[in-house]
Structure formats: structure tokens, C-alpha cells
């Protein structure tokens, strides 16, 4: 393996300039997220509009590209998930149980909240307006728990039509099968390597295409951890390489929309632009992580808005649908976007968007800021029951 042939793999240091720069990718990707979900809800489809001026255009352009971005959160998870498998499995340390400990109750606190409010949210929607169709068949107990296991876009639909819960299904498994493609590769007995091996390959048809065409998305984030360092000065990488890379991805992106006009929805078709973006999108990353990935260049105990607003960029990304819902039909009589994009209702879409942040930050300090709390108290329970047992 590479880190048995001289190869050093690229860590994230917590208290580097890079760790914080990560993290307003992390924000920015659930903020842009919200706002593209949300301005069709709030303002007329494009189509409709009477006045198309270079600004509006603009606007309806930029707020276009969620799925885009959502990509650079799976580059993002492939290189920060990746990168701890490698880093346990280099020291001999990597534990199937503490691993899953850490996932499951990193996704877990949040997804079950998320869940409880779209079942909140939606029968309050129900009981406000009896016509909305929303709902239809994607409310069942079935749903909930197909949701709760990740099954959501294999055997369920996203529970209560909550969309952003799909990218969660893609993650989990990438999860899973990222440890046990590493395993197939570094365990030395032949048992072990085939019975990894038969799991990967049931888990790949399992899945199905789409789910594993995107995997190869999240791969590119495993190659910034194991690609060496770049042969070129720090200077250039910060003046030249990390531009260059926002760049072209930007405008990748922009040609994108403007010329191949896809269904953003149709993954299968729409991987091809999607990669190339990602790939721009790893070549960002790769560049801040060997500029600015210098320890003590940030104190860790000190404010940071980037740290803060990431910490609760998971709970936004999960819980803000469910709100923009329940405006949809609330604000524009169940119809899609009824706003104009004049000054007024843009100052009280921004109003909106920030109302929606403080509701997801007042949710995460009771679950994802509890993360590490829970975790830990998990972890003492299950080593007292097997000290239990073998007492």
C-alpha cells in the first residue's frame, strides 16, 4: 500500500488555514443548496417571467446549480472519510465497530430529526391545506424506516418528499463501501479477501448504476489523500492553481446549464458534466489542502464563523426542505413560485433564508453539536456489556 511505499497520505490538520477553508466549503454547498430549493418556491419559474433583464437572468443562472454543488460535498466526504479509513488502516487501528460508531451516530442524530420534522411538517401542511398532493405515497411507516436505513432511491422514496435525503442514501453506502474495498486490498488471508469481495460486488448490483456511477465522484476526494504533494511552490498554488480551479469549474458549470438545458434530476444522464465539475472541484481542494494544511497557523479556540457555520451545515442541508414545503403552499396557495424578483420580495426571501438558518441552528445544538457526546456515551455502554459478558 502507499503508505508502506515511502508515500505520505494527506491528513487534514485541525488547526490549519486548509481545515478552515474546508469548512466554508462545507457551509457555502448547504447554504447554496437551500437557496436553490428555495427561490422556485418563492418566484415565478423563468418561463413566466415578463421582464428578463441581465440581472434577473443572472440570478435564475447562479441559483440553477444544487446538484453541481451538492457534488462538491461528495468530494469533500470521499477526501475527510477516506482519508481517517486510510490513516487507521496505515496504523493498524481500523475497527469495523468504531467506525460504524461514528457514522451512524454522525448521520443518525441529525437524519432522525429531520425525519420526526418532515412528518411534523407535513401533517401540519395536511391539516392547513387537505388538497396538498405532496404527500402522496411517500408518507408511509415503511417510508420512515426504508429512510432511517438509507434506502431511500433503492426500495422507498424520500420520506414525506423531503429531497435533499437521496445525496444521504449515496453517502452511506459509499460509507460502507469504501472500508471494505480497502480491506479487500490489504487483508492477507484469501477467505477474507473473497468474502469482501462477494460484498462489494452484491452491495454494487444492490445499489444499482446510479449510486455507483457517483462513486467514482466520491473516489476523486481518496485520490487527494494519496496523490503527493504538487511540485511547485506554495505561491503558485494559492495565486494560480486555486483560482484557476474555481474558474473552470465555475464555468464549466455555467456552460453546462446554458448549452445542455438536461433534467438536473436524471443523474444517470447527467454524470458526465457532473464529473468533469467534480474533478475542478478536487483540484480546489488539492490545492488548498498543499497551501494551507500548516499546523498552528489557526488557533482552534477562537471564533471562527467558517467553524460555526459548518457546524451546522449538516442539520440545514436535511431540515430545510420540509420548511420550504410548508412556504409553498402556504405563501403561493400551493402553487410554484408567485413572487416577482423585485427588490421587496428579494430583501424578504433573504429574510426567509436566514429565518430557515436559525431554525437549523437551534435543531443542531440538540443534535449534531451533540455528536461527539453521543458517540462517546455509546461506545462506554457497548465496552461495559462485553465487560459484562466476560465477567
Not at 465497530?97 to 401533517?123: D, E, G, M, P
Not at 437521496?166 to 468474502?195: A, D
Not at 487527494?224 to 504533494?229: G, R, T
Request: glycine residues 6%.
Amino acid at each position: 500500500m502507499l503508505w508502506k511505499t515511502g508515500w505520505s497520505l494527506t491528513i487534514l490538520r485541525a488547526d490549519s488555514k486548509a481545515s478552515r477553508y474546508l469548512d466554508a466549503l462545507r457551509w457555502f454547498v448547504a447554504v447554496y443548496v437551500m437557496i436553490y430549493h428555495l427561490r422556485p418556491v418563492l418566484f415565478q419559474g423563468y418561463n413566466q417571467l415578463q421582464n428578463k433583464n441581465l440581472i434577473v437572468k443572472a440570478a435564475y443562472l447562479l441559483t440553477s446549480m444544487g446538484y453541481e454543488f451538492v457534488m462538491l460535498f461528495f468530494v469533500l466526504s470521499g477526501y475527510l472519510i477516506s482519508s481517517s479509513v486510510l490513516k487507521a488502516v496505515g496504523k493498524g487501528t481500523f475497527s469495523w465497530k468504531s467506525y460504524l460508531i461514528n457514522r451512524f451516530t454522525r448521520l443518525w442524530l441529525v437524519l432522525i430529526s429531520a425525519l420526526v420534522l418532515t412528518s411534523a411538517l407535513a401533517q401540519l401542511q395536511l391539516n392547513m391545506f387537505p388538497d396538498s398532493e405532496f404527500f402522496y405515497n411517500n408518507m408511509k411507516w415503511s417510508d420512515f424506516l426504508g429512510n432511517l436505513f438509507f434506502l431511500q432511491g433503492i426500495f422507498f422514496p424520500n420520506y414525506g418528499g423531503n429531497l435533499p435525503l437521496w445525496s444521504l442514501s449515496y453517502e452511506f453506502w459509499y460509507y460502507i463501501l469504501f472500508p471494505c474495498l480497502v480491506q479487500l486490498f490489504v487483508s492477507r488471508s484469501l477467505l477474507v479477501k473473497v468474502g469482501y469481495g462477494v460484498l462489494v460486488i452484491g452491495l454494487s448490483v444492490l445499489l444499482g448504476k446510479g449510486i455507483m456511477l457517483y462513486f467514482l465522484i466520491w473516489l476523486l476526494g481518496t485520490l487527494l489523500v494519496v496523490l503527493p504533494k504538487p511540485q511547485i511552490s506554495m505561491k503558485v498554488l494559492a495565486r494560480v492553481c486555486i483560482p484557476l480551479a474555481s474558474a473552470l469549474a465555475g464555468m464549466i458549470m455555467l456552460a453546462d446549464k446554458l448549452l445542455l438545458h438536461q433534467n438536473d434530476s436524471d443523474l444517470i444522464k447527467r454524470f458526465f458534466p457532473q464529473f468533469i465539475v467534480s474533478v475542478c472541484f478536487a483540484g480546489l481542494i488539492y490545492a488548498i489542502l498543499h497551501c494551507y494544511n500548516h499546523p498552528g497557523s489557526v488557533d482552534v479556540k477562537a471564533f471562527n464563523i467558517h467553524v460555526f457555520l459548518a457546524g451546522f451545515s449538516y442539520t440545514l442541508y436535511l431540515t430545510h426542505y420540509p420548511v420550504i414545503n410548508l412556504l409553498r403552499v402556504w405563501l403561493g396557495d400551493g402553487r410554484w413560485g408567485t413572487w416577482r424578483p423585485d427588490i421587496p420580495h428579494v430583501l424578504l426571501g433573504l429574510v426567509i433564508s436566514i429565518a430557515i438558518m436559525a431554525y437549523a441552528w437551534v435543531i443542531s445544538t440538540f443534535t449534531e453539536a451533540q455528536t461527539s457526546e453521543v458517540r462517546s456515551w455509546i461506545t462506554r455502554q457497548l465496552d461495559a456489556n462485553r465487560f459484562k459478558r466476560r465477567s
